[in-house]
């Protein structure tokens, strides 16, 4: 309504002002080639607007005519534009989908249509190695390279290629290069640390870790585990060679894990062997309090060389209490009873647990049977008993166990996989074990592998 009225108003204006300028009075005198004309004032700005008006439109017509070519060629480019940029994003399509072959075709399209596209040539380089095409993707991948906006993407594939070839070597060295132009580049931090981490090179991952930024209290948190191993992992390189430096790494990763008991374990035999035992005895008495980890406790019992057995038992109800709930304490306040030929005390500490004991409670009720009251029976069925019994905890991790931390794998390197926790039932026994009171796996595959246990363990007692 409101555009009606508008159209009305100007319509009305202009009637009005025509109207106005052929009333206007007086004449023009035109003298031109021998014709001479009068006409009127109102007519004459009439005919100059009309004049000018269709010296517009005739120039619109005559450039539009002049201009076509280049419009028609603009057209063509932008239909082709459209062309690529429709086969580019069906290209994508397909290779999330996992059409690799489309993709590479949908790719080569795209680069036809458009010239110079990078993401064009990302994606049938990605094709390429979708399709097993290596050749190909890496041809493809290098020719990005001295792209600054591509070098990046293309470093990235050329690792992902390395990865997918299990060329280890490759891989760590396109996420060197990526990491030296990118360093905030998160798959180039994750990925050239996994590599130095395999290789021990632990100074090295450090420095990566601490450039990593923590915008969340999880990521906080992993970021601080990560350090902590790692100062702990360079204090048990260095704690023999350089014993001051591994005290000094202890420290800081006892100040990101507070409760870390490898690191705890490695501080505490620094201050041993330099005969700083009351040091020792308080950094371990404060992890054992959170921990009741038996490594910490054991430690402790021994902190002080050439003690008797009589004295390491002392120690060890120091710290552990003899109605504890926790089969783990007593286990290791039976074993210091046992080695201080207290058997009394030692089968009254480990009474309570033996409705399911663990392997090493096992162990430990046959040397008290035998000790105290030379049962070889007894004894036997303890031993026996220990081939079913459930297993004690150990450091597990990546199909392996280990009597001791350790920062990675050694069978894959994978960083911090070890977990303090009970072992599969399947894995092997591991030798001379049963007369030190240590750790025993066994594999109860068969009865034959059973009795063969057995037999083993018999012998050693």
Same mark, same amino acid.
């Given at each position: ?9 100007? %319509? ?27 006409? =009127? ?17 005739? /120039? ?9 070519? $280049? ?11 459209? %062309? ?52 190909? #993707? ?14 990046? &993407?293309?470093?990235? @594939? ?18 060197? $290069? ?8 998160? /798959? ?16 090295? &991952? ?8 923590? !915008? ?14 790692? *100062? ?26 507070? !409760?870390?008991?490898?690191? &705890?374990?490695? @501080? ?5 062997? $330099? ?5 020792? =005895? ?12 038996? *490594? ?12 008797? %057995? ?19 304490? #007593? ?11 207290? /058997? %009394? ?49 150990? +450091?597990?991790?990546? @199909?392996?166990?280990?009597?001791? /931390? ?13 977990? +303090? ?28 592998? !059973? ?11």
């Amino acid at each position: 309504m409101r555009r009606l009225i508008i159209y009305i108003a100007l %319509s009305l204006a202009i009637t009005i002002a025509i109207s106005w300028i052929l009333t206007l009075e007086g004449n023009l005198l035109i003298d031109f080639a021998g014709y001479r004309l009068q006409p =009127s004032v109102g007519l004459t700005i009439i005919a100059l607007i009309a004049l000018i008006l269709l010296s517009i439109i005739l /120039w619109a017509i005559i450039r539009r005519i002049i201009y076509a070519p $280049k419009k028609m060629a603009q057209l063509a480019k932008e239909r082709k534009k459209e %062309s690529g940029i429709k086969a580019l994003n069906e290209g994508y399509i397909a290779l999330l989908s996992g059409d690799g072959e489309r993709a590479r075709k949908m790719a080569k399209l795209a680069k036809e249509k458009l010239m110079q596209n990078n993401a064009a040539k990302l994606l049938e380089a990605r094709a390429d190695l979708m399709i097993g095409n290596m050749a190909g #993707a890496r041809e493809n991948y290098r020719a990005l390279i001295a792209d600054p906006n591509t070098s990046l &993407a293309a470093l990235h @594939g050329l690792f992902e290629q390395a990865k997918a070839q299990n060329n280890e070597d490759a891989a760590f060295n396109f996420a060197s $290069k990526a990491f030296s132009l990118a360093p905030n580049s998160v /798959w180039a931090q994750q990925a050239l640390f996994r590599g130095l981490t395999k290789e021990k090179q632990w100074q090295k &991952a450090l420095n990566i870790v601490q450039r990593q930024i923590a !915008n969340s209290p999880a990521e906080k948190t992993r970021k601080n585990r990560k350090l902590a191993i790692l *100062h702990t992992a360079i204090a048990k390189d260095l704690e023999e060679s350089d014993p001051f430096s591994a005290l000094h790494h202890v420290k800081i990763a006892l100040k990101l894990l507070p !409760n870390f008991v490898p690191a &705890a374990l490695i @501080g505490a035999q620094v201050h041993i062997n $330099k005969n700083e035992q009351r040091k020792a =005895s308080s950094l371990l008495r404060r992890v054992w309090n959170n921990t009741h980890h038996p *490594h910490i406790a054991l430690l402790y019992i021994n902190a002080q060389p050439g003690i008797s %057995s009589i004295e390491k038992l002392k120690r060890a109800k120091q710290i552990i209490d003899e109605n504890s709930n926790n089969e783990q304490d #007593a286990l290791i306040l039976a074993n210091s009873a046992i080695e201080a030929f207290e /058997w %009394s005390y030692a089968r009254k500490i480990l009474q309570p647990f033996l409705d399911d004991p663990t392997q090493n409670m096992c162990l430990a009720m046959a040397k008290i049977e035998e000790g105290q009251n030379n049962d070889e029976v007894k004894a036997k069925y303890y031993l026996s008993k220990a081939v079913h019994a459930r297993r004690d905890k150990i +450091w597990v991790g990546d @199909g392996i166990i280990s009597d001791i /931390w350790l920062p990675t794998s050694p069978i894959s390197g994978k960083f911090d996989i070890f977990e +303090w926790k009970t072992p599969p039932s399947a894995l092997p026994m591991k030798d001379n074990q049963a007369d030190k009171g240590e750790d025993i796996i066994i594999t109860p595959s068969s009865k034959e592998a !059973n009795n063969k246990e057995i037999k083993q363990l018999n012998s050693q007692t």
